[in-house]
């Protein structure tokens, strides 16, 4: 067993997750019709795309971690480990401005998350792309209802673009033949494809996943692991995800930062 799998061991109880809710209301009246630009910018590739440094994070004036330093460059995948209440999820709401940042430095995709105002909240979350363990999909509305639906809620207006733009993200995740389908005809593995798609509409600087493969059987898990390593390589899109699936971890090797007695420890592969 190696050190990775030494340290997950019995790590597989649930944290609570990032809510959907909070993410999709605070971008609906961007009046702003969204720009996709180019994924990769090679003179940009290496720059951070997060910057923690000594940064206390607050649940309800209780502190979760305290002197949180890390930073992650554009383009790296990285994983985030860690027993139940560590405080994974709460560096995710962190990064989403949900938690307020104190400390020395906090950036996340050129925004300071010290001074954000809250009208300028939407257009951070707009460069992040969110997927979560449990789909969060609209029941009532079939795969391509749910993404016109995110898109509208974050501005776009145009019909023609946004079903152009639905089929581009379907076709990236291999699901450009399901859009008619609703999330109950769908297996869980296709389900957490849709919502790779949904994360990617705005061509997102940086992808937050927080347990995507919790409620997936090995075999779509791993998949899902291949397609989250494929768009990173393909596109440069940053990934930070946490996960407890230690197995493909060990398969899908990348660098790792555990949270362990209020520490973080990291790989820097």
């Avoid at 938690?99 to 995709?109: D, H, N």
């Avoid at 940053?238 to 362990?260: A, P, W």
């Amino acid at each position: 067993m190696n050190n990775l799998q030494e340290t997950g061991e019995n790590l597989q109880e649930k944290e609570n997750p990032v809510p959907a809710e909070s993410i999709i209301s605070s971008v609906v009246n961007v009046d702003e019709q969204p720009q996709i630009e180019s994924a990769v910018v090679e003179e940009n590739l290496g720059e951070p795309a997060v910057i923690l440094k000594n940064v206390d994070i607050f649940q309800r004036k209780i502190l979760v971690l305290s002197q949180v330093s890390f930073t992650i460059r554009k383009g790296e995948f990285v994983y985030l480990i860690g027993k139940t209440g560590t405080g994974k999820s709460s560096i995710l709401k962190l990064l989403l401005a949900e938690l307020p940042a104190k400390g020395e430095e906090a950036m996340c995709a050129g925004f300071d998350l010290k001074k954000i105002k809250a009208r300028k909240i939407p257009y951070l979350r707009r460069k992040l792309g969110v997927i979560f363990q449990d789909y969060q999909l609209l029941a009532d509305k079939t795969v391509e209802e749910n993404l016109i639906a995110a898109l509208k809620a974050t501005g776009w207006k145009e019909k023609n673009t946004m079903q152009d733009r639905v089929l581009e993200v379907l076709k990236m995740v291999h699901m450009e033949t399901k859009g008619f389908k609703y999330p109950h005809q769908l297996s869980g593995g296709e389900q957490q494809r849709v919502c790779i798609a949904r994360a990617l509409l705005n061509n997102p600087d940086i992808i937050l996943a927080d347990e995507p493969t919790g409620n997936l059987d090995p075999i779509t898990a791993e998949e899902l692991f291949q397609l989250l390593h494929d768009l990173n390589r393909q596109n440069g899109t940053t990934v930070l995800m946490c996960t407890h699936n230690f197995t493909l971890i060990d398969k899908f090797i990348s660098r790792t930062i555990c949270i362990e007695d209020g520490s973080l420890l990291d790989t820097m592969l």
